[in-house]
């Protein structure tokens, strides 16, 4: 992770196992000011989902629950 000259979050995930959890197998939350790749990577066996993105959990009006948020989720094995 790291920020680039806009403030955005790099964030890269690539070349993974996650095997067998109890809950989810990636979990992101809150997600604001992102911009980054889930690449190749391989969930098997979770209880609840593979992959949950969640945004700001905020009760303001006027909040953007995901702002600035560019994920590109390609090429992953998602498997029972």
């Known amino acids: 992770l790291y ?6 979050t790099i964030f890269n995930v690539s070349w993974n196992r996650f095997l ?4 989810v197998g ?4 809150p997600v604001q000011n992102i911009l980054g790749d889930i690449t190749n990577n391989s969930f098997i066996g979770h209880e609840n989902g593979a992959l949950l993105i969640v945004g700001n959990h905020s009760n303001e009006i006027e909040d ?3 702002r600035n ?5 390609l090429f992953n ?3 029972n």
Do not use: D
């Open 3 to 8: 920020a680039n000259e806009t403030g955005n």
């Open 20 to 23: 067998n959890n109890r809950r």
């Open 26 to 29: 990636l979990r992101l939350s």
């Open 64 to 66: 953007v629950y995901l």
């Open 69 to 73: 948020v560019t994920l590109r989720i």
């Open 77 to 79: 094995n998602f498997t």
